[in-house]
């Protein structure tokens, strides 16, 4: 016990270290740039990235002669097209990506970009989330997938793909699609809550170091790193854990009722392949291949808002991320 102590202790020692290396880093690139760039909406047509990748390896892998023909031919069928169009507006694909964290800060860039998208698009177009998410906090997972819910208030059809992980708070999001998509080896599911933190409470009291704490309130602050919990303390947190597993099962249920949740809901995980079997997706695919193949008969936007995050917030996150990831926080994560 006395190795493990003292293995927290250096476990502690070692996250204040990273975070301090993180600030000074976050410090040194924003002295670099001046901290001037300034938050904004930014719009690419893919349709255009596609086809002018596409040239250049023309370009390198065809004679001059095939490459003049080839460069002719696309220009009378872009022409073509536009001509055949006429009038008629294209279904629009939007895209938008989701890189989730334990604190899923990411939601404060995918507020704003479904406020522009919901405010442009409509019923006959399509939004499409590339989604990577391992999960985390609770509230800031609910909030994520409560932008999403906004799509679908909009009858604005949803897509969601997953090229490597949609697991917990990330699946949480995912299952709110109309199509849910994912590549072979995505891991999906982690239907689960989950809460850890470590205990200093011998280690202090053997070194004859008091730990004090006051509430008001019996239940305002229950399993604690530095006192010693009663076995009150881990049933009311387990409570508290099975009512954010319910409130997860049935968001779950509610966006895809053909799952046996009580089969899906056990906090494993699975790669796309069986998730398909289980109902957990509806298809298997990669994000890549979905969207050349809509670029052939629709236009399609990738949508992203930057925003300006200022030094002191972006030190919070650092340090909070590094908290939670080492298991020093308190707050209830979904996985």
């Known amino acids: ?61 065809l004679s001059q002669s095939e490459w003049r023909e080839a460069e002719k031919q696309q220009k009378k069928d872009l022409k073509k097209a536009a001509k055949e169009a006429g009038d008629e507006r294209q279904k629009r694909y ?10 899923a800060t990411g939601v404060e860039s995918l507020r704003e970009e479904v406020s522009a998208v919901v405010s442009v698009a409509d019923k006959d177009d399509e939004v499409v989330l590339c989604l990577e998410n391992a999960g985390g906090a609770v509230q800031d997972h609910g909030l994520a997938a409560s932008q999403l819910q906004r799509i679908k208030d909009h009858d604005i059809p949803l897509t969601v793909i997953v090229d490597k992980v949609a ?7 995912g299952a709110l699609a109309d199509r849910f998509i ?27 170091i008091d730990f004090e704490q006051i509430t008001a309130g019996k239940y305002k602050r229950t399993l604690t790193m530095f006192g010693k919990n009663s076995e009150e303390d881990r049933e ?22 053909q799952l046996d949740i009580d089969n899906v809901a056990t906090g494993e995980h699975w790669y796309g392949t069986r998730a398909l079997e289980l ?16 670029a052939q008969d629709a236009d399609i936007y990738a949508i992203a808002y930057k925003g300006h995050e200022g030094l002191v917030s972006r030190l919070q996150g650092a340090m909070s991320a590094a908290l939670e990831s080492a298991g020093l926080s308190q707050r209830a994560p979904l996985g």
């Not at 994000?287 to 193949?293: E, I, N, Q, R």
Request: glycine share 8%.
């Open 1 to 61: 016990m006395e190795f493990l102590f003292e293995y927290g202790l250096f476990l502690l020692k070692a996250v204040t270290v990273v975070v301090a290396i993180a600030a000074v880093i976050i410090l040194a690139i924003s002295a670099s740039k001046g901290e001037s760039k300034s938050a904004g909406l930014k719009v690419e047509k893919l349709n255009d990235k596609y086809r002018e990748m596409a040239n250049t390896l023309r370009q390198k892998v």
């Open 94 to 103: 939007y895209v938008l990506h989701f890189k989730g964290d334990i604190r």
């Open 167 to 173: 697991a917990s708070g990330g699946y949480l999001m």
């Open 182 to 208: 994912c590549a072979p080896f995505a891991i999906v599911g982690s239907i689960g809550v989950l809460m850890q933190l470590p205990n200093f409470y011998r280690f202090l009291e053997n070194r004859g």
């Open 236 to 257: 009311k947190t387990r409570e508290e854990l099975e009512e954010g597993h319910e409130l997860f099962k049935n968001a779950v249920s509610d966006s895809r009722p």
């Open 279 to 294: 109902g957990l997706v509806d298809q298997l695919g990669s994000s890549d291949d979905y969207l050349m193949k809509a």
